[in-house]
């Protein structure tokens, strides 16, 4: 006969039923200790994360989506934008990637875009709606590119001065 877990609400005949109360935490396991998190966890040893992995794939869904809603609004959407801040001529030999010197796409190499040009265009982003706004640039690695990479720093400064989100991606290595 299959357990479940009982500190995680269910539904019985498409009613939300109330959960008991959360079990102890030295008496729960860490699955259970996870999915009635109040907070986010940073701390986790490589036997709890197996433990969680080694649960059936559809109670993981299933909890997940109950700790997302705990967490966030269930209808809210992030928008976000991405920036390609520089195009073309990566010396990266990856299939998938469009960006790597192996295709032949028509599009010419361009040189990192300048700070203000990607600022101008968070700022457009921001007006609307982005509230998170990505860089992207077709680069290896960043090895002997300290002046691009103090570029790129101050682009995260001024797109977080916006009060947005910065993520960047700059290569493989």
């Known amino acids: 006969m ?20 959360p079990l102890r935490p030295r008496f729960a396991s860490t699955y259970q200790q996870a ?23 559809m109670e993981l869904a299933s909890a997940a989506g109950t700790v997302h809603r705990r967490f966030h609004k269930p209808a809210a959407v992030q928008l976000c934008t991405l920036m390609n801040i520089k195009t073309g001529g990566c010396t990266e030999d990856c299939s998938y990637c469009a960006q790597s010197s192996r295709y032949k796409t028509g599009l010419e190499a361009t040189k990192l875009s300048t700070v203000q040009s990607v600022l101008d265009a968070a700022k457009i982003a921001k007006e609307n709606g982005s509230n998170r706004f990505c860089m992207g640039a077709a680069w290896r690695e960043m090895k002997g590119r300290k002046r691009g990479l103090q570029n790129i720093i101050e682009m995260i400064k001024g797109v977080r001065a916006l009060g947005m989100e910065a993520c960047v991606t700059l290569g493989s290595k």
């Open 2 to 21: 299959r357990k479940f877990n009982s500190s995680i609400p269910f539904r019985r005949w498409g009613a939300l039923l109330p959960s008991p109360l």
């Open 35 to 57: 999915i009635a998190a109040t907070s986010p966890r940073t701390t986790w040893t490589r036997d709890e994360i197996s433990e969680i992995y080694s649960q059936p794939l």
